[in-house]
């Protein structure tokens, strides 16, 4: 028994799709088609591709088209990014740790949303990622094409992220800033008491310097000897 074709949504059921065949003779043509109004490729008598112009698919690639301009996440990630700025040893240390293949600033923005939206572990921001556009926009992608991290890395990324006593300050910051508290807060379920419990941790640990010098401490008392 013949198989029935599959059915396109009815908006693209007035648009004539092309053979391979045609494409094969015509391709030129159909390429110049393409620049104004996205052209189906069949194979067999079945869709297989779209030919689409390059504005086409960056607007639909494009992450920030997801954006709603007034949304809290808007106003969130311009104080991270405007705190983050000020941050770039401290960025590039913490990136060379990590192993999702994200830098630190991405992973600063994730940990921030696992936070701010009480998340249990990082499992349940990856797993948002997938699917949540804007929390991509937000961690810092650029395209929805590009390849999303695996979770064990990305779990050992954030674990070393929210370690660090700098980065704690700079999440406490941010959800602390008076241009969030300005904002409808209700899209947020902060969880508190574990940012005021990393807080008191962070006031507790050591101050260690920054790895530059630490690594230049052991050289200077090596010379030290050596002269001596």
Request: some cysteine.
């Amino acid at each position: 028994m013949k198989k029935d074709k599959p059915r396109s949504n009815d908006a693209l059921d007035s648009v004539k799709s092309v053979s391979m065949q045609t494409l094969d003779k015509e391709l030129s043509r159909h390429v110049e088609i393409a620049r104004r109004n996205p052209v189906p490729i069949d194979r067999y008598g079945v869709p297989w591709v779209w030919i689409v112009s390059h504005p086409l698919w960056m607007e639909v690639d494009y992450l920030k088209s997801f954006v709603p301009e007034n949304h809290p996440l808007v106003a969130l990630k311009e104080v991270v990014d405007s705190i983050l700025a000020y941050e770039g040893v401290l960025m590039n240390e913490i990136t060379l740790q990590c192993r999702s293949g994200m830098d630190a600033r991405m992973i600063t923005r994730a940990w921030l949303l696992q936070i701010a939206y009480s998340l249990a572990d990082p499992k349940g921001v990856c797993e948002g990622l997938r699917y949540n556009m804007l929390w991509r926009w937000f961690v810092g992608y650029m395209l929805r094409s590009e390849p999303l991290p695996e979770l064990q890395a990305f779990a050992h990324d954030i674990n070393i992220a929210s370690a660090h006593p700098r980065v704690i300050d700079i999440v406490h910051r941010c959800l602390t800033s008076d241009a969030l508290l300005s904002t409808d807060t209700e899209e947020f379920k902060i969880n508190r008491g574990l940012l005021h419990a990393l807080m008191a941790h962070r006031d507790d640990a050591p101050r260690l310097p920054p790895a530059s010098l630490r690594e230049r401490a052991p050289r200077e008392r090596d010379e030290r000897t050596l002269s001596g």
